[in-house]
């Protein structure tokens, strides 16, 4: 029951992924091909890095092939309706936040699912959530976002805490994985509204 | 026969893509060291980043490591005969488009030799024909060429496609890669000669 | 005994690529979670990147997640100090240029010991030792610097040719390692003394 949920949250958060990068493909001005890509990159790029690094055969997408087709279609479809995205920023903003905490539980139970420490656990939450955004701004010859913005790595880190914190103190998967779920994204849309962000490191002596 | 073919196909296309690297390298004044790695990561980088994502070791250069001289070499050959090869321009063109066709079909090949379903084997087509130019274009802190470039990526997917619509239809591997690789071929020149490309996504609201 | 101070060089070495690190993450404005990811990436990419393309595996910062604690600890701290690190300039490339040596060392092992040919040795050094500044240099959106700067990349492939030169003559793992170690690094120090650098590759006609 709560693996359907996240599988249904997963879904739509794929979707949402593709569609807001199909929307920076299009700053960039890039072809109907290059909006399909950095939508598929982006969307499944989080979860092929985990599974490269952790050597966790075979990927979602080689695995389900259907994944590409949603996320391929869904940046195509972004196209014609682009111009209409901007009354629902708000909405792709939330599911975005989704994205985030979803792909975060799902990292951390796949490194669980291998018997992975708690360290590697955290981290392959974190790079399920992260890396796909990272890949996006590389692919567009921007410094990632996640070194800059709200409270995201950070939102992903406490999600996958509270994750394995859940499941310490004896809640089931599921359980664990909710609540971890809605605090994580509680923690992201307060961060957005009231601007909250990390100290940032500003250092300008040149001597490398 | 058909395989020995397209071996020397290959052959002959890595070269011309560590060599088009390489003035991708001079372009960026990177030093001799640079140029020769920036020809190895694009002439080989298309099948590695396949490899790694399909979990198929070992990878091309490891199992022949004389392809990473070969690359290295045409990449370093290049820099004596930068100034005689504009001249050259064409036939540089037309290898690199016989690169992107051989890379795609030998690419498809591993998929189906790994028994995967069709939709990743023309996504292994295409990861092996496109990476290598993405991880130049990274390297030299480009947005990818291909997310803009004349049919790049759709000749090599209208390729892959064609190729198993060959197999799909009781050719043998060896007829249907010299068609798919053909149409492809002369769909990238049409492209390069008459300026075709794919319809551009242009989006300049600014609210991520 | 020589591996014992290896693994000591080995540790002073990431703490170290983790610090510079987070020097070009301050220069960037990064936030303290970018300056964590930014050390801790540059500091294991490069022998995460040789576990990747050689599938060897678990990646050593899975095997001891611990470095992950070092790394980004280190790369946390050199936030407060920073404005002291100026003066320790010369022990900071003096760490950079050990872990560069030592990186190769450790990376032409991992080859030798997956019973690799010897080019794939050198890679594998070369890729252990270079990989991680340049996806440091990557993700800060820059030409990576390995491209352009003194004798880097040389100094790894000379370091690891010496290596397997001292194994060829029937020196032991231990002084082999010294001997390569030594003048792998003595050479990047003159290098750096001096301004050697490899000669550039400049070229500017712009017809791709």
Redesign the interface.
Known sequence: MADQIIHALYLAAIVAEAM?A??????????????I??GCVTALGGG?ARD????H???SW?EH??Y??LTGAAALAT?PI?RFM?SL?RLFLFLDAVGLVVFTVIGCGVAIGMN?????VI?SGMITGCVGG?LRD???????L???SEL???VS?ATGLLYIAGRHFGFNHGLSAVLAMSIGLALRLLALRFGW????????????
Do not use: N, Q
Not at 116 to 120: A, G, K, N, Q, V
């Open positions: 807001t199909a929307l920076a493909a299009g700053r960039r001005e890039m072809d109907w091909i290059g909006v890509l950095l092929s490269v690094l952790l050597d055969h075979p990927l080689v092939p259907s590409l087709l196209i682009a901007h920023r992975m420490p708690l360290i590697i981290a990272v590389i692919l567009c010859a921007d410094v990632p996640l070194f800059r995201y790595a950070t880190v962000s990390m100290p940032k490191f500003v250092y300008h002596e040149d001597w490398h």
